[in-house]
């Protein structure tokens, strides 16, 4: 419990911490904010003007601005877009529910094949299968994650055929009652097949560029994981109790392997986060990568700013689920 | 006879192996990579002799498919793609070194300052650290490119803001840890000076793996280079740049050959900057499962 | 006198000769080495590091790394050991030989609960259901005089001091009730204090059930309190044997008497100079020829640098590998 306890309290303060990077962030930018976010309206209308500079207290000192800028969070207000003239949060609740189905299918693919891949590796260590495995690997994550996208939606729709080329869905195809928002997961519950089926098939590729990194990296992590492992003498003594090589790697090695291959789970969640925002937008896929690669090009500040608030908080909370998944698979962590 | 392999406590009494660094060299994936590493920085040192066009110059022969005189094609301003590819190393390849070196200068500092004093010296480096870690590289990079107006200065910035942690907390715990050890303390009281024991003690054990580090992120920098490019927040056009080459791929999808050349020249150079930092690894750590066995 | 015997041995080792992989070719670590081990004996291997006891019994049971190369037989109940299968190999380990190592910081799972490795292995020997096993379980840790057996089950190794984990271990290692434990210096990690109690326990056990003991160590103090018999290794070959109070009371390999002469006397008087026996044990690539032992060697004489000893009857049970035999008490 104490355990628990000191982690939340560690989370706060980063929450905390980043709000106030993204407040200097923001303060850096020059010019008139006002102006640049109510753009035509700055000149026609000075009383929105006035207001804007109210509500976010432009007028008062630095520390003043900072408070009212935490305040305003607090009540879950990010601003508004520069683009689309809606408020941030709402262009954000829009758009997570289709990036949280993307990460989330590409996270499991690459957890699946990229610890299967390194056990593999390591059981045949250096041996061809081991090479070869080693360079694939390697190239997963020398590979820029655009690019193939890029190459990846030429090959496998442009010339091949074999998956639809932009968007969540089939053009005319309606997705179903919205439960979670992930259209797989909605179409499953209602029992609409053909709603999953499109909506399988337009996942599967942008899941798989996605998952491409971090199957790489998983699969360097978990084969070193496994052979700092696979000769420990409790590995050895469970050889010694005639306990067939199958079951001593997949239970005994893999059990020990796993801690520092779960602390992966954080990095591989940003990985995709920062894949989501490059990639996106190539596949027309409308999650908050798309949003965020808008707003970058086109410079609208708050929109950026909400996002990276919002992707940094939900990687907290990763990186805490993760720090917890840990003391449950290592029991000597929950007393440290 | 039924074969397991050997208890770790033997493993250092029967598989020492003798000349660790010399052999590393000699594997297939450490001369890959310093093939391939080493025609890159030739191509970028020679660039102004083998590019067969002017980068900049735009022609009225648009989207040409590569053909002999134009091997990877032209682009949507009649430009010679092969030639800007091979321009683009110019910018690449030096910001990725200046990248790393900084960030092993700043953060190794900063680090090793952190280390050795302790105290609330190590407190603010430290959460310093954490602020910049609890960000996914390229949105913390994306914003302060955003917040500081697009340019290539700029996103150097932000790469080095988002670099120099990872040394920091390494060169932290290496100096704590080797601190602590004991040849220091006994170097100490043989006398050594502090800063003798840090340069002669410290020094070189800090090395290896900041090394390791550092060349695996040389193919980490061009990569976050090329993405911030991609996302018009690194090089302006007309500059070529690999990523933002890409960019403008995607907008000519069925012209592939205007975003697949540059991307894969960020790959070729990636891969042989990972190829050395393997081997390095290889070499620096004999008791790593990485070690390489006959 | 002849002994009686009563039965066969139960495991009886000709000729084992073990040769292991390194960075420079295969090394002999185990160089030809004769013993048998009776039915509820405590049968003692002493020698230091790098004279190859450990990689003696890991070659019985299979342990050894890939490209590890051996000869000779090793009869156990009637079947030849280093020529099972790897099937045949499964069924023996753990059930029929049971073994425990040295560190019981190391060789429990950190991860999994007593039970399960307690249980894993007798529910695949043996096939027992949940309950069963479980409650076999709960017995076994009585047996090892772990207090709360039914707590220990469902706790984690680093809840445990290190005697109570070798307990444990002990108890993981006899749980299908093998004939034969091998024990791989189980008290060197541990507190003197504590060595005395586990050393009890490892002889009561085996006076209930006739469990034979293989005890590895090179401490001459914990073969004299359990081993019934002694062999002495030294560079991979046995150089003395026999029952333990002669070989410790009457030396007759120089190395053996030089070990027992290391060992400082409690009650000796103060400024005795302490003993060693000059000179390192040779590693396994750099033996010298004839006997290995001969560079260190107060008695050697010119043919020890070129003939290699073989080990001979000498006398009522006794087996020596020294031509020299100096130290010979006549009878």
């Given at each position: 419990m104490r355990f628990l306890g000191r982690r939340l309290a560690a989370l706060v303060l980063l929450g905390i911490g980043i709000t106030f990077v993204a407040f200097v962030l923001t303060e850096l930018?020059?010019?008139d904010p006002a102006a640049a976010n109510l753009g035509q309206r700055a000149i026609a209308d000075p009383a929105a003007v006035q207001a804007f500079r109210e509500h976010y207290g432009l007028d008062k000192p630095l520390p003043v601005q900072y408070v009212l800028y935490l305040e305003h969070l607090a009540s879950g207000d990010l601003g508004q877009s520069e683009?689309?003239?809606?408020p941030v949060r709402t262009d954000l609740s829009e758009f997570v529910p289709a990036t949280a189905e993307l990460a989330v299918t590409s996270i499991l693919i690459a957890f699946v094949l990229g610890i299967s891949l390194g056990i593999l590796s390591a059981v045949r260590r250096n041996r061809l299968t081991d090479q070869v495995l080693r360079v694939i690997s390697l190239g997963g994550i020398s590979m820029p994650v655009f690019w193939l996208a890029l190459v990846a939606l030429y090959v496998?729709?442009?010339?091949?055929?074999?998956v639809p080329g932009s968007?969540?869905?089939?053009?005319g195809v309606l997705p179903a009652p919205?439960?979670?928002?992930l259209y797989t997961v909605d179409a499953l519950l209602a029992g609409q097949f053909d709603v999953f089926v499109s909506a399988a098939q337009h996942l599967i590729l942008p899941a798989c560029v996605l998952a491409a990194y971090n199957v790489g990296l998983l699969t360097r992590f978990t084969r070193s994981a496994v052979l700092e492992v696979i000769n420990n003498d409790y590995v050895q003594a469970a050889r010694a109790k005639g306990m067939p090589e199958r079951t001593v790697v997949l239970r005994h090695v893999l059990r020990a392997a796993l801690p520092p291959i779960i602390t992966v789970g954080g990095l591989a969640f940003a990985n995709v986060m920062t894949g989501t925002v490059l990639v996106e937008s190539i596949f027309a896929w409308p999650g908050i990568g798309q949003y965020a690669f808008h707003s970058a090009t086109t410079l609208d500040l708050p929109a950026i700013m909400g996002v990276s608030l919002f992707v940094a908080v939900v990687y907290i909370v990763v990186n805490f689920v993760v720090d917890i998944l840990y003391g449950v698979v290592d029991p000597r962590i929950r007393v440290a | 006879m039924s074969a397991q392999p050997l208890p770790l406590r033997f493993a250092g009494v029967f598989s020492r192996r003798p000349g660790t660094l010399g052999s590393a060299w000699r594997q297939p994936l450490a001369i890959a990579g310093m093939v391939l590493g080493g025609a890159w920085i030739a191509i970028a040192i020679l660039v102004p002799l083998i590019?067969?066009?002017?980068?900049l110059a735009q022609t009225s022969?648009?989207?040409?498919?590569?053909?002999?005189?134009h091997l990877f094609g032209t682009d949507e301003l009649g430009r010679d793609i092969f030639s800007r590819v091979l321009w683009a190393s110019r910018l690449s390849l030096p910001l990725a070194f200046f990248l790393v070196t900084m960030a092993v200068l700043i953060g190794g500092v900063l680090g090793g300052l952190a280390g050795y004093f302790g105290g609330w010296v190590d407190e603010v480096v430290m959460r310093a650290t954490d602020l910049v870690f609890a960000f996914p590289t390229i949105i913390l990079a994306m914003a302060v490119t955003a917040a500081l107006g697009p340019s290539l200065r700029n996103a150097v910035l932000a790469v080095l803001v988002v670099f120099w942690p990872s040394y920091a907390r390494v060169v932290r715990g290496l100096v704590m840890s080797l601190g602590q050890s004991d040849y220091v303390s006994a170097a100490r009281l043989l006398g050594a000076s502090s800063r003798r024991a840090l340069v002669v003690d410290v020094l070189p054990n800090v090395a290896g793996p900041v090394l390791v580090l550092a060349t695996l992120d040389l193919g980490n920098a061009v990569l976050l280079l090329a993405g911030l490019s991609f996302l018009g927040l690194g090089a302006q056009p007309p500059t070529p740049e690999w990523g933002s080459m890409v960019n403008t791929g995607t907008q000519y999808f069925?012209?592939?050959?205007m975003g697949t050349f540059p991307g894969f020249a960020i790959l070729s150079v990636v891969l042989a900057f990972n190829f050395l930092g393997d081997s390095l690894r290889d070499a620096l750590d004999?008791?790593?499962?990485?070690a390489v066995q006959r | 006198m002849g002994r009686a015997e009563v039965s066969s041995p139960l495991l009886s080792v000709e000729g084992l000769r073990v040769r292991l992989p390194t960075t420079v070719g295969l090394?002999?670590?185990?160089?030809g080495i004769d013993f048998e081990v009776e039915r509820g004996q405590v049968f003692g291997l002493a020698g230091e590091s790098g004279s190859g006891k450990t990689i003696s019994v890991l070659a019985l049971l299979g342990?050894?790394?890939?490209?590890a190369e051996v000869e000779g037989r090793a009869m156990f109940e009637g079947k030849d050991l280093l020529m099972l299968g790897h099937r045949s190999l499964l069924d023996i380990r753990g059930r029929e030989i049971g073994m425990v190592f040295q560190d019981p910081q190391t060789s429990l799972?950190?991860?999994?609960t007593i039970e399960r490795q307690l249980t894993e292995h007798v529910r695949y020997h043996l096939g027992l259901n949940h309950a069963q096993a479980r409650a076999r379980a709960t017995e076994q840790l009585e047996e090892v005089r772990i207090p709360d057996p039914a707590g220990a089950l469902g706790a984690?190794?680093?809840?445990?001091s290190g005697g109570m984990r070798q307990r444990i271990a002990i108890a993981i290692a006899l749980a299908c009730r093998p004939r034969l434990l091998i024990a791989d210096e189980?008290?060197?990690?541990?507190d003197v204090t504590v060595q005395a109690g586990i050393l009890r326990l490892l002889d009561s056990l085996r006076r209930q059930s006739g469990l034979s003991v293989i005890m590895i160590t090179h401490d001459l103090g914990v073969m004299s309190s359990i081993a019934d018999w002694l062999t002495v290794m030294y560079a991979g070959r046995v150089v003395e044997s026999g029952p333990t109070p002669e070989v410790l009371s009457r030396p007759r390999h120089p190395y053996t008497a030089a070990l027992l002469a290391a060992l400082p006397h409690?009650?000796?008087?103060?400024?005795?100079p302490l003993i060693s026996i000059s000179g390192t044990p040779p590693s396994p690539q750099a033996r010298p020829g004839g006997c290995a032992f001969h560079p260190r060697?107060?008695?050697?004489?010119?043919s020890c640098k070129t003939d290699v000893p073989d080990l001979l009857?000498?006398?009522?049970r006794r087996r020596l590998a020294?031509?020299?035999?100096?130290l010979m008490v006549p009878a």
């Open positions: 930018v020059p010019g683009q689309s003239h809606r496998f729709f442009f010339k091949l055929g074999w968007g969540r869905l089939d053009p919205h439960v979670t928002g | 590019a067969p066009y002017n980068p022969q648009l989207f040409l498919a590569p053909s002999a005189s069925e012209r592939w050959w004999p008791r790593s499962s990485w | 090394v002999t670590v185990v160089d342990l050894l790394p890939d490209g799972h950190p991860m999994m984690y190794p680093h809840q445990f189980p008290t060197t990690a541990l409690p009650e000796a008087v103060e400024d005795t060697c107060s008695y050697a004489i010119a009857e000498v006398g009522d020294c031509p020299v035999d100096p």
